[in-house]
């Protein structure tokens, strides 16, 4: 019966979540590429924040302005304080909802450190013990990924990676753990 309640609570939740979300965008954009409302999970009137097409690790997610802003210092004050607020946030319950221990919060800013879609973002990365065997690993496996992703995305291509299924599978999940 708890678990009835809970359910029915969380799917409640999500449906709040949603409309509230659709409410305030009806599409968002990715650089060059629509992104799927089902894999976004929390939005604020300036930011929003989606799971990944290809994780380094579970969890790892992006929060990206709603704006599409090529560069970080190309953002308002009031998108920097509400990026960086979004990733405290969503960085604070993936980190226990996942019981992790840490996190990585990241900013490839342009072409030259790494940047592969002209919109900023910051990657959320929870961590464990022993998911990298040196803690700063992750910055050369967050490079790979994206010299990897440069290689594969044709821009006039839809991407092909994870399923849109998948995403919004775990983006559901997700947005159960924001009181929208």
């Known amino acids: 019966m708890l678990n009835l309640q809970v359910t029915g609570k969380t799917i409640l939740s999500s449906i709040r979540c949603q409309r509230k979300m659709s409410s305030t965008c ?48 190309d953002l308002t004050a009031d998108e920097t304080s509400d990026l960086w607020l979004t990733a405290q946030k969503v960085g604070s319950k993936l980190e226990t909802f996942h019981n992790a221990s840490s996190l990585t919060l990241a900013i490839q800013d342009g072409p030259q450190a790494g940047q592969t879609v002209p919109h900023v973002h910051i990657h959320i990365l929870p961590r464990k013990g022993g998911d990298f065997e040196k803690n700063d690993e992750i910055y050369d496996a967050l490079d790979e990924k994206e010299k990897e992703l440069k290689q594969k995305l044709d821009l006039d291509k839809d991407r092909v990676d994870r399923s849109i299924q998948e995403m919004a599978d775990e983006a559901s999940q997700y947005r159960s753990l924001f009181d929208c």
């Open 26 to 73: 009806s599409s968002y954009a990715f650089g060059p590429y629509k992104i799927d409302p089902r894999e976004v999970f929390y939005a604020t009137p300036l930011s929003y924040a989606m799971v990944n097409l290809r994780p380094l690790l579970p969890a790892h997610v992006l929060v990206c302005p709603r704006r599409l802003v090529p560069r970080f210092t």
